[in-house]
C-alpha cells in the first residue's frame, strides 16, 4: 500500500510504467512527493516484462535482455531498491563465443581497460592476425576521436573509410551492430554505435560485463515500486487538462506530469494542451521514430542442454536460412529453472524479414539452424514446445541524424521522459532508466524552485 498523504506534499503523475516512468516514479518518491502511475497494461515493466505464454504455462519475458556493467544508474537504482545483485543477475566478463566454435572473444585478463579488451582481440579465436590489427586500428581511431562521430555518418560509411574487410564487416561488425541498435550497418547512426563500443572497450575494466537477469523482468525490480506507489493499470491516457495549479488527469488533480510513453503517445496526448498547434516542430520530432522488430522463441527441451557457457553467438552465414542470432541458456541463470522443463531462447533483432512467415517455419529453420551448429558431442535435445513472442516495434530505429528530443517541454510542469529522448544512448533500458531520472530532477526543482 502507498503510504498516506501528507499535507503540503506535491503531487505528481507518471504516465506510462515502463523502465523510464518506474525510475522517474522511484527517484520522486525518494524526494518525498505523492506519486500516481497510469499504465495502460495490467503489467508493469513496458518493453521489459513479463508476460504469460500459454503455450509454456508459465511467465516468460516479452524479449531476453542483457544489461552491461557501464549501466551504471540502471544498476545503481537496484542498489538503491535493496536488489541483491547476485541473486538478481549472472554477471560474468564479456565473453562472445559461437555455439560452433569457430568464433571466440573473451576478456579474462586482470588488465585494466581498454587494455584487457585489447589483449583479448589479440587471443581473439577465428580471426585472423591482419584482421585483428584492422579492428585494433579502427578502435584507436576512434578513441583519437574522443568517440566523437559526425552526425550524418552511418556504421556502413564509417567501416569502409576504416578499410574493414567483408569479413570483419559481415561476421564482426553487422552482429555487432544489430544486436546493440538493432539496426544494420547500413542505416545505423555511428555515432550511437561509437557509444556502445567505447562503454565496451574504453569505460572501466567492468563496463563491458554481462549482467543476465536471474529472474523476470518485472519483478527484477518493477514490481517492487507497487508497494509504495499509487499504479492505476488498464488505463490508456489519450489526454491531459491544464488547471491553475497544474494538471488534471483521469479526474486526479496534480502539481506536474512526466509522460513517460513512446513519443507518439506523448505527441496524441499533448496535442490536448492549449498551444499545442503553436508547437508544429515538437509534434514532427515525435512522430519521427522508425522502429524495428525484435523475436524471442523459447524453446522448451526434453533434457538439459549440457554446454557450459550461459549464451551464444549463433551464425547467421544465411540469413534466409538460419533466423537465430544469439541463444541463451536460460536453465544455467534463471533463479527457477529448477521448476520446469529445461529451456533455451532465441533471439532475432532487425526481425523484419521474418514478421510475415509462419511461426512453424521460424520454429523449423531454428531448430536447424541449432542442429547444425552445435558441437557435434553435444547435440541440441529433442525440443518438447515452443512460443514465439513478437515485439513490432522493440526499438527505434538508430539512424543518424535522428532528433532526440529534451526532458523539458514548453508546458510548466510538464516533462518527457522514455528511450527515446536525448539520452545519448540508442535504444536501451539505460537510456530509459537515465531519462526517467533526469525528467524527475527537472520537475523537482520546477516545483522546489
Ligand atoms: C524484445 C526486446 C529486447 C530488448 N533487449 C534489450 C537488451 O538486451 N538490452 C537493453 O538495454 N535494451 C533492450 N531492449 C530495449 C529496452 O527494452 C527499452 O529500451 C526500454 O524498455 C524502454 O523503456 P521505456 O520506459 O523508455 O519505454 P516503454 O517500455 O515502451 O514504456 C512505455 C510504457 O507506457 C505505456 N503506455 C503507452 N501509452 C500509454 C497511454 N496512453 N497511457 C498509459 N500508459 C501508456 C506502455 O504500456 C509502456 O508500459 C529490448 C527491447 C525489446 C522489446
Given at each position: 500500500m502507498p503510504p498516506p498523504d501528507t499535507p503540503d506534499q506535491k503531487r505528481v503523475a507518471i504516465i506510462g510504467a515502463g523502465w523510464a516512468g518506474l525510475a522517474a516514479a522511484h527517484t520522486l518518491q525518494q524526494k518525498n512527493f505523492k506519486v500516481h502511475v497510469f499504465e495502460q497494461s495490467h503489467t508493469l515493466g513496458g518493453r521489459a516484462r513479463k508476460v504469460h505464454s500459454r503455450k509454456l504455462g508459465r511467465t516468460i519475458d516479452n524479449g531476453q535482455h542483457l544489461l552491461i556493467g557501464a549501466y551504471v544508474d540502471t544498476l545503481r537504482l537496484m542498489q538503491e531498491l535493496g536488489l541483491n545483485e547476485k541473486k538478481h543477475f549472472l554477471r560474468q566478463a564479456?565473453?562472445?563465443?559461437?555455439?560452433?566454435?569457430?568464433?571466440?572473444?573473451?576478456?579474462?585478463?586482470?588488465?585494466?581497460?581498454?587494455?584487457?579488451?585489447?589483449?583479448?582481440?589479440?587471443?581473439?579465436?577465428?580471426?585472423t592476425f591482419s584482421n585483428k590489427y584492422k579492428l585494433i586500428r579502427a578502435l584507436a581511431s576512434l578513441k583519437k576521436q574522443k568517440w566523437q562521430i559526425p552526425q550524418a555518418q552511418t556504421v556502413a560509411h564509417w567501416l569502409k573509410q576504416q578499410n574493414q574487410t567483408p569479413f570483419l564487416c559481415q561476421f564482426f561488425w553487422e552482429p555487432l551492430c544489430i544486436a546493440t541498435l538493432n539496426t544494420g550497418t547500413n542505416k545505423a547512426s555511428m555515432q550511437l554505435f561509437a557509444i556502445v563500443l567505447q562503454q565496451s572497450t574504453d569505460a572501466g575494466k567492468q563496463a563491458s560485463d554481462f549482467l543476465i537477469p536471474r529472474v523476470d523482468l518485472s519483478t527484477l525490480w518493477a514490481e517492487k515500486l507497487s508497494h509504495d506507489i499509487a499504479i492505476t493499470y488498464g488505463k490508456s491516457i489519450q489526454s491531459i487538462q491544464m488547471t491553475s495549479a497544474g494538471y488534471q488527469i483521469n479526474g486526479l488533480d496534480v502539481d506536474a506530469v512526466i509522460l513517460a510513453t513512446p513519443a507518439?503517445?506523448?505527441?496524441?496526448?499533448?496535442?490536448?494542451?492549449?498551444?499545442?498547434?503553436?508547437?508544429?516542430?515538437?509534434?514532427?520530432?515525435?512522430?519521427?521514430?522508425?522502429?524495428?522488430?525484435?523475436?524471442t522463441i523459447t524453446l522448451e527441451l526434453e533434457k538439459n542442454w549440457h554446454l557450459p557457457l550461459p549464451l551464444y553467438l549463433l551464425k547467421t552465414e544465411n540469413p534466409q536460412q538460419d533466423p537465430g542470432q544469439w541463444l541463451f541458456m536460460r536453465s544455467r541463470f534463471m533463479n527457477d529453472a529448477h521448476s520446469y522443463r529445461p529451456e533455451i531462447t532465441i533471439v532475432i533483432s532487425l526481425a523484419n524479414e521474418w514478421l510475415a512467415k509462419d511461426k512453424q517455419e521460424i520454429i523449423q529453420r531454428v531448430i536447424e539452424q541449432l542442429e547444425r551448429q552445435a558441437p557435434e558431442k553435444i547435440p541440441l535435445p529433442a525440443v518438447t514446445a515452443w512460443d514465439i513472442i513478437t515485439e513490432k516495434r522493440a526499438t527505434f530505429s538508430a539512424e543518424p541524424g535522428l532528433q532526440r528530443l529534451p526532458n523539458n517541454t514548453a508546458w510548466p510542469g510538464l516533462y518527457l521522459a522514455g528511450d527515446w529522448t536525448d539520452t545519448g544512448f540508442p535504444g536501451v533500458l539505460e537510456g530509459a532508466v537515465k531519462s526517467g531520472q533526469l525528467a524527475a530532477r527537472l520537475l523537482t526543482k520546477h516545483l522546489i524552485s
Open positions: 564479456l565473453d562472445i563465443s559461437s555455439l560452433n566454435q569457430d568464433f571466440r572473444l573473451s576478456i579474462q585478463s586482470t588488465l585494466p581497460a581498454p587494455l584487457n579488451f585489447l589483449y583479448a582481440l589479440l587471443r581473439a579465436k577465428g580471426l507518439r503517445q506523448c505527441a496524441r496526448i499533448m496535442a490536448s494542451l492549449p498551444g499545442s498547434e503553436n508547437q508544429p516542430g515538437l509534434m514532427k520530432a515525435l512522430q519521427q521514430f522508425n522502429f524495428n522488430p525484435i523475436m
